[in-house]
Structures are given as C-alpha cells and as structure tokens.
C-alpha cells in the first residue's frame, strides 16, 4: 500500500493495547469496551464511535525490522491495516512501553520497519521510552529516527516521555530516560519531532510532582503544568507536545483522572495549539464489573462513566 500525503499536525488518536480482546483466530484488533469483545473494523466499517478516526497502536518491541507484538509482526499487519484503510481510521504505531524496549541499530532495519506499517492511513511512528535504555542506545535510535524523517517526510515521529507536573517552580519535568532522549535529539540534530507527555502516575501529592488541589493532584491542571514546564526548561514549541493521560485510577491510584479532567486538559490544548491528544487507554475506557477494585486493563475504575465515555467526550471537547 502507499502512502498518505503530509500528516496532520493535531491528532487524536486513543491508544489501543493490541493484545488486549485480540481475536486468537483470526488476529483482528478488537476491544470489549462494549461487553463482548468486537473488531474494531466489521465489514469494511470503523466499529468505533462516530468522530473517532485515528488510533496509536500498542506495542512493537525488539529490534526494528524484526520487531514483534506479543509474539506477531506480520500477522498485525496483514490482518489489520487493510480493515483499518478501508473503513478510514488513521493510525500510529508506537514502539516500547512500560514493558517493552524498542532498538533500531541499523537504517535498513528502520526502513523495513516502516515499510511492514505503511498505508494511505498511517499517520507515522511514536517511541515509548521508559525503561531506563542506556544513552547509547536512544542516540542510536534517535539517529535512525531522524534518517527515516528525511526520508519520509510526510510522517510524524513522536517519542512518549514519563514526566512531573512541578507546581513548586522547580520545572521538574522529565526524568532522566526523558532528558536522555532529549540530550540524543539535540546531539543528532533532529527538528521535526513531537513530544508526547504522559500526564499520569505522578505519586505523592506535593507541589514538587504536580499542581496539589484538596491535598490529591489536580490531574488535569498538572497535565497543564507539565506542558508548560516542558516548553519553559526545554525549549519545546507548545505546537509540539502533545498529552496522554491515564483515563480513570492511575496505577499511583490516589491520581484519578476525571470526566472533568478531560474537560480541562482539551480546552488547554485547543487553547494553546498543542499537537496532539491520547489517552490510556480504549480498552480502558469502560466501567468495570463488580468485584474490580484498583488498577484493569480493561476498566478504568470510575463508577457513573460508560463506555466509550472519556472517548467521546475527548473528541467533543476537541472540536
């Protein structure tokens, strides 16, 4: 398949766990958001609620050009991108993740990589760093990274850093895999980037991790914060950052982000021109079953929320 024309410079793009409610038999990405696990494209047709056109699917791991998801690589392409091209969703692959590394050591290794995802839809790439690679290694893919952008550059690449939302005027921002990819894309001389915060599981509620509200961290004000320290200690244009919250209880579950959090962090970003919004994560986006308390993969742990609640309501605030 070839690809699309320049990407587009705000996305939003729920970030979809694509082992989660994987179909066994036939590899189709599906969720159970609704109850029983379904497609997400049926029949040529986006299962998902209407407005929603774009996702981030998660995760490829391993070395690029032999990455895999879950034990696939192949098969997530063949059995999906299709589907997804024909009933219009757009798509990001992300890479890495809270359990997963991601390498790149070779050019051709990246150029097979991208060729495996390419369509009319694919929006471009994200790089999830967070599990302390060392500096060699992010500057070696950070190289590749910018490689690839001179050759592709209609294409997004985005790296998703775990940040503070430092309200004590410290700037306390990313940490230090974030300030190593930071010290790797300023040494490679790469421009065309996105900086993807995840405003979540900022610990304890004191004003040195996030904007405290009620003795909790406020989680859509924090989420702010950490825009602004970004842009202010790192240079980071406000048009290239984008936001991803952890819908629901985080896994610090004192943080808890709200139906009213959403409200805020999407004015802030139509406000400020941010270049993108996601979320953690669809599968997520459902009330959980009796019984569940804490942390799923599958619910977000809030009662009174349906499903597909912060989905849409993401894409209201949005417009």
């Given at each position: 398949m070839s690809s699309r024309g320049a990407a587009p410079h705000f996305v939003y793009s729920p970030y979809k766990h694509v082992s989660v409610a994987l179909a066994s038999d036939s590899g189709a990405i599906s969720t159970a958001v609704a109850g029983a696990p379904t497609p997400i494209v049926v029949n040529g047709r986006s299962t998902l609620p209407s407005g929603v056109t774009a996702l981030t699917l998660a995760f490829a791991t391993g070395e690029c050009g032999t990455e895999t998801w879950d034990g696939m690589a192949r098969q997530l392409a063949t059995a999906n991108l299709p589907g997804l091209v024909q009933a219009g969703i757009?798509?990001?692959?992300?890479?890495?993740?809270?359990?997963?590394?991601?390498?790149?050591t070779t050019d051709a290794g990246m150029e097979a990589f991208i060729?495996?995802?390419?369509?009319?839809?694919?929006?471009?790439?994200?790089?999830?760093?967070?599990?302390?690679?060392?500096?060699?290694?992010?500057?070696?893919?950070?190289?590749?990274?910018?490689?690839?952008?001179?050759?592709?550059?209609?294409?997004?690449?985005?790296?998703?850093?775990?940040?503070?939302?430092?309200?004590?005027?410290?700037?306390?921002?990313?940490n230090d895999d974030g300030q190593r990819v930071m010290q790797a894309i300023r040494a490679a001389g790469l421009t065309d980037?996105?900086?993807n915060l995840m405003v979540m599981d900022y610990g304890e509620a004191i004003p040195r991790n996030c904007v405290v509200a009620s003795a909790v961290c406020d989680m859509g004000q924090s989420a702010i914060q950490a825009a602004r320290?970004?842009?202010?200690?790192?240079?980071?244009?406000?048009s290239r950052i984008e936001?991803?919250?952890?819908?629901?209880?985080?896994?610090?579950?004192?943080?808890?982000?709200?139906?009213?959090?959403a409200q805020v962090l999407a004015r802030f970003a139509r406000e400020s021109v941010l270049g993108g919004v996601h979320f953690w994560s669809l599968d997520r986006d459902a009330p959980c079953p009796a019984g569940v308390s804490g942390v799923s993969s599958t619910c977000s742990g809030l009662t009174g929320v349906p499903g597909f609640g912060f989905t849409t309501a993401f894409r209201d605030a949005l417009r």
């Open positions: 757009d798509y990001i692959i992300s890479t890495g993740g809270e359990a997963g590394v991601f390498t790149c060729a495996r995802y390419v369509s009319p839809r694919l929006i471009g790439f994200d790089f999830d760093i967070e599990r302390g690679q060392s500096a060699e290694i992010v500057a070696s893919l950070v190289r590749r990274i910018k490689a690839a952008k001179e050759g592709h550059p209609e294409l997004r690449f985005s790296f998703t850093l775990a940040t503070w939302g430092a309200s004590d005027g410290s700037l306390a921002s990313l980037y996105y900086i320290n970004l842009n202010s200690r790192f240079g980071v244009p406000m936001l991803t919250p952890m819908i629901g209880v985080n896994d610090v579950v004192a943080n808890v982000f709200t139906l009213e959090d």
